[in-house]
């Protein structure tokens, strides 16, 4: 499977904006899409997730409120909705499946190390 994300770039603080993942060359039946992001100096971190077959997120405490992760099976699209962008977003987003969430029915990977493909990333910066 291969992931390529959009929808990154420049923004002022307060507004919105929205990221896609695009999946090709595979299904994402029985996976969990998640969005991580990792700024500079800090770990990469799970910020939403999304369970393909059922929909149901799992969003990181932080960002609750505020971002929105969802799903478009006919096209094979995730996306991230960001509201209310704080500099503290700023981080190079990324995307990446997880084909072995069977018979869950909410995403249970959050880890990294959890995920098997992985889309380049797309930089979001923040300004004030």
């Known amino acids: 499977v291969q992931l390529v994300e959009s929808g990154g770039g420049q923004v002022q603080a307060g507004s919105s904006l929205r990221l896609s993942c695009a999946a090709s060359g595979g299904t994402l039946r029985d996976s969990a899409v998640g969005w991580f992001r990792q700024a500079p100096g800090k770990e990469r971190e799970l910020v939403a997730a999304?369970?393909?077959?059922?929909?149901?997120?799992l969003y990181a405490d932080s960002v609750k409120g505020r971002f929105t992760v969802s799903k478009d099976n006919y096209n094979n699209i995730a996306s991230l909705e960001i509201g209310s962008l704080e500099h503290e977003d700023t981080a190079v987003y990324y995307c990446?499946?997880?084909?072995?969430?069977?018979?869950?029915?909410?995403?249970?990977?959050?880890?990294?190390?959890?995920?098997?493909?992985w889309g380049q990333g797309t930089q979001v910066t923040v300004s004030a």
């Open positions: 990446a499946a997880d084909p072995w969430n069977i018979g869950t029915d909410s995403p249970r990977s959050r880890q990294p190390n959890d995920y098997v493909y």
């Open positions: 999304v369970l393909w077959n059922t929909g149901r997120p």
